[in-house]
């Protein structure tokens, strides 16, 4: 063999290595994120140590030569605080009060004061069959019938009132009890156990009556400039294979500012879903860098922002594999969130002046990661945690500079993550939906106690209140009913 073959091959099995240590970082990687999901959730939290070679703010000044230690006794008295007791009752509670006398006979004396302790009871919800009762009446002359005209009810000729349609919907999606479990309560309780089927009719009922409703609140989402998008999956049964689910996907859409959010259900993750309803949207639109996104960015209009939490968190991963390398990384996210905090206290709702902050303060912090970066990357490996975080960061590094443009925009999805939630717990309960149908009614009402829950909205009041004023509400004013509406 030649001297030329020798280098030829040497060069072969050196790119071979290298593929091969790639691969193993690749896979040891992954087994970490494994073992990490099978031990249940982990803390993104991160406090950077100080390094030994940097003085601590707090450390007494360094001396040139050793001082032998020294003890003193210090004593001082401190004023001993009260101990705040139980948290006071609400005042709206109900009261029922007993009075216990004495057992001895109290003739004659008198009475000086009374000692009063308030404990809690709890009355389980009780069903209550509702007659509605009509008068008739005969008119002068045989001319006919007087008799009152029947309430409207949400669901026509049903026998559930507004206040069990609420009952049986916030059980569901926000207590997540599926229906067959409301049922074994209803008949363990009352004696009453309807069919599952008519749970679903009655839910579906109540989704076809908000319809109108879910679409004036899509109308106020995309009229609003700033959304937050994301999507998460559920399962649906596959009606072409029975037995077998079908992956579907909600896709998220929120508004920070004015607390609203929309989940819209699609049979996939393909960007046909957001494409057609953000059509006619022209804003921010706040995503992490799931490709779809940019090919939405694309469309004259709308300007992409990035999510710096999906950044942080790579960097995040990569602590097992580079500890040295994500710290560094993790540091300087921790004073951009520490910065930003300060920053919104000082500003409050004045978003110009928290812009004017951002870029002096921020802005070069995100620009100081991206310079480390470009030194750093050529020294990792692509494939590792490490590299594949560092190259997220600088793809959608153009994306983060666009937060700092608006003042409205949030540094990351969290707040469109925390309205996920939900529906994440949910899926341990009820596992999947029936069909697509099904799914999207979970998404109309997922939407409607998500902006509840935003509003600080009581949800089983919003929709009971809800079902009875939409049937007959003018449909031009469907605003009036949304959660947390106000004249102003």
């Not at 404990?119 to 001319?143: F, H, M, N, Q, W």
């Not at 649906?236 to 029975?242: A, E, G, R, T, W």
């Not at 590094?397 to 925390?418: C, M, Q, S, V, W």
Request: charged share 25%; hydrophobic share 35%.
């Amino acid at each position: 063999m030649t001297y030329q073959e020798l280098q030829i091959e040497n060069q072969q099995l050196r790119r071979s290595q290298k593929a091969s240590q790639e691969k193993i970082a690749a896979l040891e990687s992954q087994l970490s994120q494994l073992y990490k999901l099978i031990g249940g959730f982990k803390s993104e939290r991160f406090v950077a140590e100080i390094i030994q070679e940097q003085l601590s703010l707090f450390e007494a000044e360094v001396c040139s030569s050793p001082v032998e230690p020294s003890t003193e006794t210090i004593t001082y008295t401190r004023e001993k605080q009260p101990h705040p007791g139980r948290h006071a009752l609400p005042e709206h509670l109900p009261v029922r009060e007993v009075i216990i006398d004495p057992e001895e006979d109290t003739t004659g004396l008198k009475k000086i004061g009374q000692d009063i302790t308030e404990t809690l009871e709890y009355t389980p919800a009780s069903l209550v069959k509702r007659r509605t009762i009509r008068p008739k009446y005969a008119k002068a002359d045989g001319e006919g019938v007087l008799i009152a005209a029947l309430p409207s009810r949400p669901i026509d000729k049903s026998i559930a009132e507004a206040c069990l349609l609420a009952h049986i919907l916030v059980s569901k999606y926000i207590d997540h009890l599926p229906f067959y479990r409301q049922i074994q309560g209803f008949k363990r309780d009352f004696g009453w156990e309807p069919a599952s089927s008519t749970l679903s009719d009655w839910m579906q009922g109540c989704c076809q009556l908000l319809e109108p409703l879910y679409n004036t609140l899509k109308q106020k989402i995309l009229a609003s400039g700033y959304i937050q998008a994301d999507e998460t999956p559920i399962k649906v049964l596959d009606s072409d294979k029975p037995g077998s689910t079908h992956q579907g996907y909600q896709w998220v859409y929120h508004d920070p500012i004015h607390k609203h959010v929309l989940f819209n259900y699609r049979k996939g993750r393909g960007q046909q879903g957001p494409k057609e309803l953000l059509m006619d949207y022209s804003g921010y639109v706040q995503c992490d860098g799931y490709s779809v996104y940019d090919k939405i960015g694309a469309k004259n209009g709308i300007t992409l922002a990035g999510c710096l939490v999906h950044a942080r968190r790579k960097f995040s991963d990569a602590m097992d594999s580079d500890k040295a390398r994500s710290e560094k990384a993790l540091a300087i996210f921790r004073q951009m969130y520490l910065q930003e905090r300060e920053i919104k206290k000082q500003t409050g709702e004045d978003l110009e002046s928290r812009k004017v902050l951002r870029q002096e303060k921020i802005q070069p912090l995100l620009a100081q990661i991206k310079t480390w970066i470009e030194q750093e990357q050529f020294n990792v490996l692509p494939k590792s945690p490490i590299g594949k975080a560092m190259a997220y960061f600088m793809n959608q590094y153009p994306k983060f500079e666009n937060i700092f443009t608006d003042g409205r925009i949030e540094l990351d999805n969290n707040l469109i993550e925390n309205a996920i939630r939900p529906l994440a717990l949910g899926r341990k309960n009820y596992l999947f939906c029936g069909s697509h149908q099904a799914a999207q009614h979970a998404a109309m009402l997922y939407s409607f106690f998500g902006t509840c829950k935003m509003q600080n909205s009581n949800p089983r009041q919003w929709l009971t209140d809800t079902l009875r004023r939409i049937p007959d509400h003018n449909i031009q004013r469907l605003e009036e009913l949304l959660p947390g509406y106000t004249t102003s």
